[in-house]
């Protein structure tokens, strides 16, 4: 009897497929804006997003081994979960100088 076990590779490239699917819809939505979906474009939002699928499948195998990808996943699930509501919510799209920005901002500054 064959049995499917969920296996560490296994659970990032679904954990993957999920954060693709569910956290990134302010990136898709960006990107129907700039390439409106037409049956020319399409093999390229399908590669698109299965190049996305694929790099954060990636990362999660580098970083998460056997006994830390689920901490690493509790992780990104948290932090994917707050930049995507604050990416909906606001309609902005986070950066790498907008984290800066964020990092360096003192309690005087937002009072």
């Known amino acids: ?18 954060l693709a699917v569910f956290y990134n819809f302010a990136f898709f939505r ?8 037409t049956w020319e474009k399409l093999p390229f939002l399908g ?3 299965l190049v ?12 998460g081994w056997k006994y830390t990808l689920k ?15 604050f990416m909906n919510t606001f309609n902005v799209i986070i950066d790498a100088e907008m984290l ?5 901002t003192n309690t005087a500054e937002t009072m």
């Open 100 to 104: 800066r920005n964020a990092v360096q």
């Open 71 to 85: 901490p690493v996943l509790i992780l990104i699930f948290l932090a994917s979960s707050l930049a995507s509501y």
């Open 1 to 18: 009897m064959n049995s499917w076990k969920l296996t560490a590779s296994r659970l990032a490239v679904l954990a993957s497929i999920f």
């Open 30 to 37: 960006n990107v129907a804006v700039v390439y409106p979906p």
């Open 47 to 49: 590669s698109l997003s």
């Open 52 to 63: 996305l699928v694929a790099f954060m499948a990636l990362i999660l195998m580098v970083v």
